[in-house]
C-alpha cells in the first residue's frame, strides 16, 4: 500500500481562521494535485452542501489551491473515482457516513486511497479514516447503514480529544472512560487526537504532528502519551 | 394511556452515594412494587449484568426495596411480562438498546409501560424512553438495528445536559450545538435534563423536579428554560 493521508483532530483552533494554522502543511500535501475535491457531506449545524464547499473552497483558493465540491459533479462516484486529491470536513460523523453509503462514494474512495491518492480529513473526515465511526463524540442524528467507515487505517481516531477535567462535579462520563468502554467491545486501537494536533502518513511512513501529545489507547493497556514528531508507522 | 415514569438524568450526583440524593421518590413510586426488575444492559465500563445488578439491589435493599436482576430470569421477556416495576440503569445507550433488541425485551417492556407499570432509568435508561436515541451523549461502541427507542414519550432525552462553557477554548461542538443539529434531521422536542434533574410522570401528570432547570429545545425555535416542579404535561 502506498497510503498519504492528513488525518486532523480539528479544521480551526481557538482565534484563528478557518484552516489558517495548518494550511502551509496543506499546500505542502497537495502539491501535486490541481483540482482538490472536496466532501461536504458532515454538513456542520446542519449547513448546505454548497454553502460548505464555498467555504472551504475561499480557504483554499487563499492559500493558491483550487477546491471543488463534491456536489457540483453529476455523478459523485464517478469523480471521485478520477480524483486526483480529496479533503473531507467536519460536521456530524453519523450525517457523512451515512451520505458516504447513500451515494456509493465510500467504497470508491477506500479504493482511491489505498492506491496512493492523498486524501486530507478534519474532525468528522478524520474519524472516517478509522476502521469504524465507534469512537465519535458525535450525537447519532442519522441512522447510517453500517458503522463501518474507510478503514484506511487499522485504528480508530478520537478527535478533539478532551483530558478530563479534574475539578468537574459532572457525573457524565469522561473521554477517557467512553475509550475504555469502546474497548469492551472493540479491539482496535484508538488514537486521541488533541486539537492542533494531526496524523501525516506519506508512503507508509507515519508521523504524530501538531504541538501536543496525542494519546493512544490499546485495549488492555495503560493509555499511552504520543509526543509531537514521533514516528507512528507501527500503529500503520 | 396511564404512563408511570420516572425520568432521570443521572444515578448519581457529585459526592454522595449511588442513587441516595433521590432514594426517597424512588421508595415513594414503587411503594406498591414488591420486586422491582432490574434492566443491567446498559453496563457501564462494561462491567457484568451480575455485577451490576448487585449494585443496583444493595442500594435497593437498604432502602428497603427488593430488586433482582433481569439476567436472573430464564425468559427474560416472560420476565418483563410478568413485571410489576422495571428500572434501567445508566451506561452505554448503543450497548443498551442493542441488547433489548437481541433479547426481544424492547416490545413487550414498551407495551407495559403504556399499560401503566411504574418504569424508571437514569441516564441511559432515561434515553430510551423517548422516542429514538438520537440525542445520547454515548459512543457507538456497538451497532444496534435501529435507533428507535421505547418512544414511550414522544420527545427525545438528553440526560446528563451540560451548559456550554463561556471560557472554553476547545473547538468541539456543545452540547447545545449537538442539539440544534439533531434538529436538523428530526422534528421531535428535545429536554436536556441537567444532574439532578428528573421527569416525574404520574397517571399523565408529567412534572420536572430536582433542583435545577431543564432546558426544552424545540425545533426552529429558541430553546427554553424549564423551572423545577413545572407542570410538563403538555409535552405528553
Known sequence: MKRNLLVVSTSTVHGSPYLSYIMSEVQDFFRDVDEIIFIPYARPSGVSWESYSAKAAAAFAEAGMNLRGLETFADPVAAIREAKGVFTGGGNTFVLLKEL????????LRHKILDGMPYMGTSA??????????????????YPPSFEALGVLPVNI????????PDS???????????????TMNNQPVIGLREGSW????????????ALPARLFSQGKDPEELSPNTDISFLL
Open 101 to 108: 453509503y447513500d451515494s456509493g462514494v465510500l467504497d470508491v
Open 125 to 142: 473526515g478524520s474519524n472516517i479514516t478509522g476502521m469504524t465511526i465507534g469512537t465519535t463524540n458525535d450525537m447519532p442524528i442519522v
Open 169 to 183: 462535579k459532572h457525573m457524565g462520563e469522561t473521554r477517557e472512560t467512553r475509550i475504555f468502554e469502546f474497548h
Open 199 to 210: 496524523l501525516e502518513i506519506r508512503n507508509e511512513k507515519a508521523l504524530l504532528k501538531g
Open 158 to 165: 478520537n478527535p478533539h480529544y478532551l483530558d478530563p477535567d
